[in-house]
């Protein structure tokens, strides 16, 4: 088991939380997350059993440009670790302020990642890092997505929003996290989001459905939006809401300017969970 420092830099002064460590995702479970998480939560980083390799814990001093010729991108790049410049393949809008971006590792026979870890995305021109969950599942292809939210005042999202296009190309870094169907597997699901929240469980529930064999699919989805036209995958909720073996369930807080909303108003609560658990 490999836990990897990020290759991003850190102040030296800032805590060592769980995003600055890599999960690895090949090996199943990590059965050292219970004793590591606690440790996260200290200023003090944490010593692992396994040291991290040198090698891997490098930063990255530039990323690799077309002028470098393909042989020389390879080379600098892990083809086991999604770490180096992606390829914007495809921009679908989902909502009024949500973006979904179809990025390709082209130096990745396939991207290797658990449903509802996140990546580090840098964006240069800024000198900014965010970190965004992947919403796509793993199907084995080197193209992932990630699906961004317009903040109002938020340099990178906008950014994203306003100025990256097709066949642009932007840095990432991952995988990260612990917060995956992969890590926590049961027989049985309840996934609980809001907002902008709803993209690593996207990521989780489409793995669940795509798996072949396994567990039984027993799902139960209940997803909180401000308004009818905030719900992000809306057509994909009703869709899922349609197989057999998957619950869902939409909330909005209020109506939109042109649509009533129909269903469940309100946030997630008690009452709604004893009703449509």
Not at 63 to 69: E, I, L, Q
């Amino acid at each position: 088991m490999r836990y990897r420092h990020s290759t991003f830099a850190q102040a030296a002064s800032a805590p060592v939380g769980k995003a600055t460590f890599r999960v690895p995702t090949r090996g199943g479970r990590p059965t050292l997350a219970a004793a590591i998480e606690p440790a996260f939560d200290t200023a003090v980083p944490p010593v692992f059993e396994t040291a991290v390799e040198p090698a891997l814990a490098a930063p990255v001093d530039r990323v690799p440009t077309a002028s470098d010729g393909p042989v020389l991108a390879e080379l600098q790049l892990d083809p086991e670790l999604l770490t180096g410049p992606v390829e914007v393949t495809g921009i679908t809008q989902v909502t009024h302020d949500v973006k979904t971006f179809e990025l390709r590792a082209g130096w990745m026979p396939a991207v290797d990642f658990a449903p509802g870890q996140y990546v580090t995305m840098r964006i240069t021109e800024l000198g900014l890092e965010r970190c965004y969950s992947i919403s796509s599942a793993p199907f084995g292809t080197n193209i992932f997505t990630i699906t961004v939210k317009r903040v109002p005042g938020g340099a990178v999202s906008t950014h994203l929003h306003d100025n990256v296009q097709v066949g642009d190309r932007l840095h990432v870094d991952g995988p990260y996290g612990l917060f995956s169907t992969s890590f926590h597997q049961a027989e049985r699901h309840l996934f609980l989001s809001a907002g902008s929240g709803i993209t690593p469980i996207m990521s989780m529930v489409r793995s669940l459905l795509a798996r072949q064999g396994g567990l039984g699919t027993d799902i139960v989805f209940v997803h909180s939006a401000s308004t009818p036209l905030d719900i992000i995958f809306r057509a994909e909720l009703e869709q899922l809401a349609e197989v057999a073996g998957v619950s869902v369930t939409i909330l909005c807080s209020r109506d939109s300017e042109v649509e009533t909303w129909a269903g469940r108003r309100g946030r997630i609560d008690a009452a709604t969970l004893a009703e449509v658990v």
